[in-house]
């Protein structure tokens, strides 16, 4: 017999999300969910009256994960460029550590590409959404290039919203490669980000 979670919506976003990248968005059926979460399909319906609905609700989970924590001033922690990569991949570790604790799973890192992709596709809503994602990431990434500057450790005349644009497409692109080469460890995520880091320090 399954067991059913306390929290009856989050035993359902949970599931969902690992049938997702296990088989597909397009290829997961409302049946599954009921034979994997032990509950009825009445009972999903409640809170998710449709599968679009219910992939709509497992990105929200995604955006909640990546706002940052409200203790952390980035303008005021950083001073340097060793401040700067210590606080940002301290963030992103809290972040992952959030999410996998949230799901209660390690994200397969190729299926998880892949149903970002079929899930963008099916469902447009998802651009606003991973939109807005973005758009909290390259904030606070000028917060901490404003750092810098108010520590006099940012070259003169550089722009701190131009340069956490920049610097974000830069994380994003080296993350994107780490996903399809399937490196796992979350270790390797955060050297990936401390030389990314690095690498466009020593461009600016």
């Not at 409200?70 to 809290?94: H, I, N, Q, R």
């Not at 099916?122 to 901490?144: D, P, S």
């Not at 108010?150 to 996903?179: N, R, S, T, W």
């Given at each position: 017999?399954?067991?059913?979670?306390?929290?009856?919506?989050?035993?359902?976003?949970?599931?969902?999300?690992?049938?997702?990248?296990?088989?597909?968005?397009?290829?997961?059926?409302?049946?599954?969910?009921?034979?994997?979460?032990?509950l009825?399909?009445?009972?999903?319906?409640?809170?998710?009256?449709?599968?679009?609905?219910?992939?709509?609700?497992?990105?929200?989970?995604?955006?909640?994960?990546?706002?940052?924590?409200?203790?952390?001033?980035?303008?005021?922690?950083?001073?340097?460029?060793?401040?700067?990569?210590?606080?940002?991949?301290?963030?992103?570790?809290?972040?992952?550590?959030?999410?996998?604790?949230?799901?209660?799973?390690?994200?397969?890192?190729y299926?998880?590409?892949?149903?970002?992709?079929?899930?963008?596709e099916?469902?447009?809503?998802?651009?606003?959404?991973?939109?807005?994602?973005?758009?909290?990431?390259?904030?606070?990434?000028?917060?901490?290039?404003v750092?810098?500057?108010?520590?006099?450790?940012?070259?003169?005349?550089?722009?701190?919203?131009?340069?956490?644009?920049?610097?974000?497409?830069?994380?994003?692109?080296?993350?994107?490669?780490?996903?399809?080469?399937?490196?796992?460890?979350?270790e390797?995520?955060?050297e990936?980000?401390?030389?990314?880091?690095?690498?466009?320090?020593?461009?600016?």
């Open positions: 017999m399954v067991r059913i979670a306390t929290d009856t919506r989050t035993n359902i976003l949970r599931t969902a999300l690992q049938l997702f990248l296990q088989k597909g968005y397009k290829n997961v059926s409302y049946q599954e969910l009921v034979k994997k979460t032990g009825s399909k009445g009972a999903i319906y409640h809170y998710f009256a449709s599968k679009e609905e219910l992939l709509l609700a497992v990105f929200d989970m995604f955006s909640v994960s990546a706002k940052q924590p409200a203790t952390v001033a980035p303008e005021e922690l950083v001073k340097d460029y060793t401040s700067f990569k210590k606080l940002y991949t301290d963030v992103k570790m809290g972040q992952l550590n959030d999410f996998k604790a949230f799901f209660e799973a390690e994200l397969v890192t299926n998880w590409v892949l149903f970002c992709l079929e899930a963008i099916a469902n447009a809503q998802l651009r606003v959404t991973i939109r807005e994602m973005a758009k909290l990431e390259i904030k606070f990434l000028e917060q901490c290039f750092g810098l500057k108010k520590h006099d450790a940012l070259p003169g005349g550089k722009d701190p919203a131009l340069l956490a644009e920049c610097l974000y497409y830069m994380l994003e692109g080296a993350g994107l490669v780490m996903f399809l080469i399937e490196y796992k460890k979350d390797d995520f955060m990936m980000y401390d030389k990314t880091i690095t690498d466009f320090f020593n461009i600016i």
